[in-house]
Antibody, heavy 125, light 110 residues
């Protein structure tokens, strides 16, 4: 059964770069699925950060409100994908989830069907 | 990105039915039948309960149903149970391979 696991530093200083990795186990990352990052500030709602797909070529898509600070990449040799968020502030303090969705009018129709457990990242000096 | 508006809270008694609305400020929801719904218990990852407006993943109770009219999608939970108490989020495809979530609705079972 496919599982996702987030990892990375739990504490990041303001103005620095937040870096997280999602390890995919029980299946390959090189499928038609898109691999996503989603975050949730404490006590608030969910926010889609962006997604990546790899089927020979790499395609990335970002939330317009974050795209100037976000980079999502994939490492097929490790079956992982990663998030980098630059110039972080306290507003970036959140639980960060990795997830997957199938793009298009088939499969799960752009729904996030598998999620990681999430990792809390705090931005503080 | 446009927003999806959900009521902050809804409540109902055991056995009753409740409906959570999800209204797009633009035509994001209306243009695509690509709305999904998620249930989230405190300190847990969200769980997919409805996709493509009204389809249920395997294993999800048929007490959960979804619909859409114009720019408003709806989640209905019938036969309310104590374990339905949670936060519920809608999500829609918003074009150009982007997605947007609603603000979330807290369901209280009285």
């Amino acid at each position: 059964q496919l599982q996702l696991q987030e990892s990375g530093p739990r504490l990041v200083k303001p103005s620095e770069t937040l870096s997280l990795t999602c390890t995919v186990s029980g299946g390959s990352i090189t499928t038609s699925y898109y691999w996503d990052w989603i975050r949730q500030p404490p006590g608030k709602g969910l926010e889609w950060i962006g997604s990546i797909s790899y089927t020979g070529n790499t395609y990335t898509y970002y939330n317009p409100s974050l795209k100037n600070r976000v980079t999502i990449s994939v490492d097929t040799s490790k079956n992982q994908f990663s998030l980098k968020l630059t110039s972080v502030t306290a507003a970036d303090t959140s639980v960060y989830y990795c997830a997957r969705h199938y793009p298009g009018y088939s499969g799960n129709y752009y729904a996030f069907d598998i999620w990681g457990l999430g990792t809390m990242v705090t931005v503080s000096s | 990105q446009s927003a999806l508006t959900q009521p902050a809270s809804v409540s109902g008694s055991p056995g009753q039915s409740i409906t959570v609305s999800c209204t797009a400020t633009s035509s994001d929801v209306g243009n695509y039948n690509l709305v999904s719904w998620y249930k989230q218990h405190p300190a847990k990852a969200p769980e997919l309960i409805i996709y493509a407006v009204s389809k249920r993943p395997s294993g999800v109770s048929d007490r959960f149903s979804g619909s859409k009219s114009g720019n408003t999608a709806s989640l209905t939970i019938s036969g309310l149970q104590a374990e339905d108490e949670a936060d519920y989020y809608c999500c829609s495809y918003a074009g150009s391979s982007t997605l947007v979530f609603g603000g979330g609705t807290r369901l209280t079972v009285l």
